[in-house]
């Protein structure tokens, strides 16, 4: 018999990187994926809104984005961690990674209700992310409403705005 496994959700710090570009680079394509040198510039502006499972150390699954009073998510934003205010009242969602070990099994719900709850207890007016066509049901169950298409063309892809507004 295996021993359970320790769960822990935390946020994110520097020595981080290179798991996170790791995990970055297998769920996302290339024109997709956050590059190197664009997570370093978020951990060090926002480690706060890096939110990370752990699977007794090892990093399961991750979201990430910031906090700011423009409402709706913008391409200039994934890149411009300048734009971060602690204080914003949307928090921001840039990336729900789960690395392919750990897919299928729940993990990235798990943590989205952790996102969600400090979030509201943060005293965000809600939260917004774009995703494509096949994962607006998966948003949906935890409240998000379909704006529409979205005016992105991150990655040159077709993107659905979801919030979900407290």
């Known amino acids: 018999m295996t021993a359970p496994k320790t769960w822990t959700i935390r946020h994110a710090t520097l020595a981080d990187l290179d798991a996170l570009v790791a995990i970055e680079a297998e769920c996302f394509p ?13 951990l060090q502006s926002y480690p706060e809104c890096f939110w990370l499972l752990t699977d007794d150390g090892a990093i399961a699954s991750f979201i990430n984005g910031f906090a700011t009073d423009r409402p709706d998510l913008t391409d ?24 392919p070990l750990y897919q299928h099994h729940g993990y990235a719900s798990m943590l989205m209700q952790q996102v969600i709850e400090d979030s ?13 066509d ?9 409240g998000y409403k379909d704006e529409g298409i979205s005016e992105s063309t991150h990655g ?4 659905h705005q979801m919030r979900l507004t407290f």
């Not at 096949?134 to 935890?142: A, C």
């Not at 040159?156 to 993107?159: D, M, S």
């Open 30 to 42: 290339a024109d997709e994926a956050a590059s190197r040198e664009s997570l370093q510039a978020r």
């Open 76 to 99: 200039d934003m994934y890149d411009d961690a300048t734009q971060h205010d602690p204080h914003g009242q949307w928090q921001m969602i840039f990336g729900v990674d789960t690395a």
């Open 120 to 132: 509201r207890e943060r005293g965000r007016k809600g939260l917004v992310l774009t995703c494509k």
């Open 134 to 142: 096949r994962l607006v049901g998966f948003y949906e169950r935890f």
């Open 156 to 159: 040159n892809v077709i993107w």
